[in-house]
């Protein structure tokens, strides 16, 4: 028993709980406003991973990867990528929704030719591309033909998002009619958006792990915290950083939704869209920045669990936080975000304490909880049944 009490436990514990809690509020955010299950929201963590890995080599490249007295680029390498990383990821998010998801909540001749012929367009060009360049090399120079390709791989996505914020804005027109989309719908085409992702990153960057240069990782994250490391059981910095990270998102997310014009947005389209319509509120802005909110949100957990991790990852990063964070989700009361906190808190712990006991199944313990759990309040620890309406 001195094993479930030992502090190494509780420091993971608390360590993957705050990691999941940031992931399941994308979830949770989402499903709250438009019903929708995000699946897609683990690749998002994945890119957000690599955006930063992508600004880590880059620094490294530029500093010529001096380790002994790492220069201003290096020291702030991993702050830098994880801006690039928040801002890539909300870019993702806008054009996962408008390219995606807008299509089945309306209709709109422009905006909906623009967003599935990008998507089309954008998954076509991907492949076209690395079928011509799956044989070159590195040291090859790179035919007329690919920089063309890379030009067009680059403005799709520009445009389909320039698209959705003129959309956003209203300079697109109105909606010519609602689209009577059912949630299954929705369903497979997260589903479907999650698969492509994948596909994408594991044709860009490959499926051979990949880590971050240890050149671009502060060392003392490493290190043990005084006074709160005792023998084998050590906080480190790394965990501590995560520690802090989830307080202040937490909190800086509670007063938006809390205090906030678009918090108040937000929690009336959870109540009744269409009444919020009526009252003035542009619905789809709002989801728009639902799905902006939770993408920057994951791709910050998705960096600090990949560095606890120790930095090693690959195009299926984001599959298994993700769906764990899902069972939290569910477990706290989808769609509630304080349920997202204490979901992810009780999975970590459940997880934290597996890894001890039983390391084999350490997944199988959150998940066997969160069933526990719905069996007898299907709607989450902190969740709401929802009143059946006339």
């Not at 690749?43 to 530029?62: K, S, T, Y």
């Not at 801002?87 to 209709?107: E, H, I, K, N, S």
């Not at 299926?316 to 989700?329: M, N």
Request: net charge neutral; proline share 4%; with cysteine.
């Amino acid at each position: 028993m001195s094993d479930f009490f030992d502090l190494g436990v509780l420091y993971n514990a608390i360590t993957l709980g705050a990691i999941y809690a940031l992931i399941a509020v994308g979830y949770t955010m989402v499903y709250g406003i438009i019903k929708l299950i995000n699946f897609a929201h683990g690749e998002v963590i994945m890119l957000g991973v690599f955006f930063c890995w992508l600004v880590a080599w880059g620094a490294v490249g530029l500093s010529g990867g001096e380790v002994a007295e790492p220069g201003f680029l290096l020291q702030f390498a991993l702050p830098i990528g994880l801006i690039v990383a928040m801002l890539a990821c909300v870019l993702v998010g806008v054009v996962l929704d408008f390219a995606a998801y807008l299509p089945l909540r309306r209709m709109h001749r422009i905006p909906d030719a623009i967003s599935v012929g990008g998507l089309v367009t954008f998954s076509v060009l991907t492949i076209v591309y690395f079928v011509l360049a799956k044989d070159l090399r590195p040291t090859d120079a790179v035919p007329a033909h690919l920089w063309v390709l890379r030009v067009l791989l680059t403005i799709t996505p520009i445009v389909m998002f320039a698209t959705a914020i003129l959309g956003l804005a209203g300079k697109t027109g109105r909606p010519e009619a609602t689209v009577a989309s059912d949630r299954l719908s929705a369903l497979i085409t997260a589903i479907g958006m999650s698969l492509a992702l994948q596909t994408i990153a594991q044709l860009i960057w490959g499926s051979d792990d990949v880590y971050f240069p240890p050149e671009a990782v502060p060392g003392f994250l490493s290190d043990p915290v005084p006074g709160l490391s005792h023998g084998d059981d050590r906080l480190l910095w790394k965990e501590f950083v995560i520690w802090i990270a989830a307080v202040v998102l937490m909190l800086g997310l509670n007063f938006l939704v809390a205090y906030t014009k678009i918090g108040k947005a937000m929690r009336a389209c959870a109540l009744d869209k269409d009444t919020a319509a009526l009252m003035g509120v542009n619905v789809n802005q709002v989801i728009a920045v639902t799905f902006m909110i939770g993408s920057a949100m994951a791709a910050i957990a998705g960096i600090l669990f990949a560095i606890k991790r120790g930095g090693t990852f690959n195009f299926r990063f984001g599959y298994s936080p993700g769906i764990i964070a899902f069972a939290a989700a569910v477990l706290g009361g989808i769609g509630n975000i304080r349920g997202a906190l204490v979901g992810g808190l009780v999975i970590g712990a459940s997880q934290a304490i597996a890894q001890v006991w039983a390391p084999a199944y350490d997944l199988a313990f959150g998940f066997a909880l969160m069933i526990a759990v719905i069996l007898f309040r299907p709607w989450g620890l902190l969740g709401k049944p929802e009143a059946k309406r006339a």
